[in-house]
C-alpha cells in the first residue's frame, strides 16, 4: 500500500457513525422521515420528545451495540452524543435524548405494525436495485427461514413466553421460560441479509406436556404458516425460493409453497421424510455433475413429486482430508446446468445464523437480552435491531470492505458507538457527501 493510499485509510476511518450515516443516506434516505410518519400512539399534548426522536434514539441504540436501555441513558447522557445525535436526526435539539424508560413506555404503546411498514419499504427499495440483481437465484429472490430463542430465564416476563420444564418428574424438577422468534431474511449476496418478516414463536397450552422437540417442531410448523402469509401478503408479487432446513420437510409447508407459487431448497436429512431416500435409492440410475454432486427429479413425496440432489464437500482439516456429505428436495427441476446454482443456495442456509442471529446476538448487538418485559415492546426492540443491523451490514461492506478497512466483528459496534461522542467540524461529517471509494 503507498503512502497516498495509507494517508487516505486513515482519514476515512476518521469518523465511523458518519461514514455509517453516509452508506445509510445512500441506500434508504428516507429512514428518518419513516420514524416521523409512524402513528404515533400518544397525546400530542403531553409529549417531550417527538416519535422520530424515540426510535432515532432506538435506532443509533442499535448501531452503537449497547446491550441494555440503562447503558443508553448512560451512554447518550454526553453533550457532544446529545448534540450530533439531534444533528443527524435532524431534530431541534433539547438538552437530553430520551430517558429508556421513556422509550419503553412509547414501544409500549407503539404497533409493532408500524416498523414492518419501514421493514417492508426497505425491502422493496432493495429489490428495486440494479445493486443486488447478482443475488438471485434462477431469476428469483432467495428467501432464508430459521428460528431462534431469544431471551430466557426462571420469570415469565409475560403471558407470550414459552416454557420448558427440566427434570420431570424428580425432587429437583424446574421450569424455564424463553422466547423464540422464526425469522425470514432475503439475502443480496456478499454476506448481505435482511429481515423480510419475523413472526414470534407464541405460548400455547396445547404444548405444555409435550417433549421439548415436538414444542419446536408444532410451534415452528405452525409459526411458519402465518410467516408465510405476512410474507405472501407484505410482497404479493415478489419472486421467491423459500431456503430451511430439513424441519420444512413437510406436506404443509410444499403445500404453502405451491400455493403461493414460490420455489424451495430445503436442506434434506434421511431421518425425517425417510420414504424420498427410500425412493432415490431404489433408483437403478442418478444424474451426476463432476464426481461431487448427484440429482435425480421426480421422486414422489406423500402428494407431491420432489427433486432431490446430494453434494459432497472436500475440505483440508489439520492437513486431513474430511468429507461431507449434504442434500437438499427441491421444487425446481435439476439439470446439470444449475444444479451447482442450487447446491451453492442450499449452502446459503447458514447465512441466517452467521450473519443473522450470531452477530446480533454476540457481535453487533443482544437481541438474546429482554429490554422490556412488554411483549409489544419486545417486539419492537427486535425489528429495530433487524432494520439498523442491515444499515449496518450496508456499512460494513461497502464503506469498510470497499476500502479495505479490515476491523474485528465484535469491534465495529463499539468503535461506531465510540464515534458519536466525536467533535463534528465539517458539514460532510453529517450530509451524505461519499467519499470516492464508496461509489465503487
Not at 406436506?251 to 430445503?266: G, P
Not at 425425517?272 to 427410500?278: F, N
Request: proline share 2%; hydrophobic share 30%.
Amino acid at each position: 500500500m503507498s503512502r497516498e493510499q495509507e494517508r487516505i485509510r486513515k482519514k476515512l476511518e476518521k469518523n465511523p457513525v458518519a461514514e455509517c450515516n453516509k452508506i445509510q443516506k445512500r441506500f434508504y434516505p428516507g429512514l428518518f422521515s419513516k420514524f416521523a410518519g409512524v402513528k404515533d400512539p400518544r397525546h400530542q399534548s403531553y409529549i417531550d420528545y417527538s416519535a422520530k426522536t424515540m426510535l432515532g434514539s432506538l435506532y443509533y441504540k442499535c448501531i452503537g451495540g449497547l446491550s441494555s436501555m440503562q447503558e443508553m441513558t448512560r451512554k447518550f447522557n454526553d453533550e457532544k452524543v446529545v448534540g450530533n445525535l439531534y444533528t443527524f436526526l435532524g431534530e431541534h435539539e433539547q438538552e437530553y435524548l430520551p430517558h429508556g424508560v421513556t422509550v419503553n413506555e412509547f414501544l409500549e404503546r407503539l404497533d409493532p405494525e408500524e416498523l414492518e411498514k419501514i421493514q417492508k419499504d426497505i425491502v422493496y427499495s432493495m429489490v428495486r436495485r440494479k445493486t443486488f440483481e447478482q443475488a438471485k437465484v434462477l431469476k428469483k429472490w432467495q428467501v432464508i427461514v430459521d428460528a431462534t430463542e431469544l431471551d430466557e430465564g426462571y420469570k415469565q416476563k409475560n403471558e407470550n413466553y414459552l416454557s420448558r420444564c427440566y427434570n420431570r418428574g424428580e425432587k429437583t424438577e424446574f421450569t424455564k421460560y424463553h422466547r423464540s422468534v422464526l425469522e425470514a431474511k432475503i439475502y443480496f449476496e456478499n454476506n448481505l441479509v435482511c429481515s423480510i418478516a419475523s413472526e414470534t414463536i407464541e405460548n400455547s397450552d396445547e404444548y405444555v406436556n409435550k417433549s421439548d422437540e415436538e414444542v419446536k417442531q408444532d410451534c415452528e410448523s405452525k409459526a411458519f404458516v402465518r410467516l408465510a402469509e405476512k410474507i405472501k401478503k407484505k410482497f404479493p408479487r415478489l419472486p421467491i425460493v423459500i431456503t430451511a432446513d430439513g424441519l420444512y420437510v413437510t406436506q404443509r409447508v410444499l403445500q404453502i409453497c405451491k400455493e403461493y407459487h414460490w420455489d424451495y431448497i430445503i436442506r434434506y436429512k434421511e431421518g425425517r421424510a425417510s420414504s424420498i431416500a427410500e425412493e432415490y435409492r431404489s433408483l437403478p440410475e442418478k444424474e451426476t455433475v463432476g464426481t461431487d454432486i448427484e440429482y435425480q427429479n421426480q421422486i414422489l413425496f406423500q402428494d407431491f413429486d420432489v427433486n432431490l440432489i446430494y453434494y459432497k464437500e472436500k475440505r483440508i482439516v489439520k492437513g486431513r482430508g474430511k468429507e461431507t456429505e449434504f442434500a437438499w428436495v427441491t421444487n425446481i427441476e435439476i439439470t446439470k446446468n444449475n444444479a451447482r446454482k442450487i447446491v451453492k443456495a442450499g449452502r446459503n442456509r447458514w447465512k441466517i445464523e452467521n450473519q443473522g442471529f450470531n452477530r446480533q446476538k454476540h457481535w453487533q448487538g443482544n437481541i438474546g437480552h429482554a429490554y422490556s418485559w412488554d411483549e409489544r415492546a419486545q417486539k419492537n426492540h427486535y425489528l429495530m435491531e433487524q432494520i439498523a443491523d442491515f444499515m449496518k451490514q450496508l456499512y460494513e461492506y461497502f464503506y469498510l470492505e470497499k476500502n479495505e478497512i479490515k476491523k474485528l466483528q465484535k469491534n465495529i459496534s463499539s468503535e461506531l458507538l465510540a464515534s458519536f461522542g466525536r467533535q463534528l467540524t465539517e458539514t460532510e461529517d453529517i450530509e451524505a457527501k461519499l467519499h470516492k471509494a464508496d461509489l465503487n
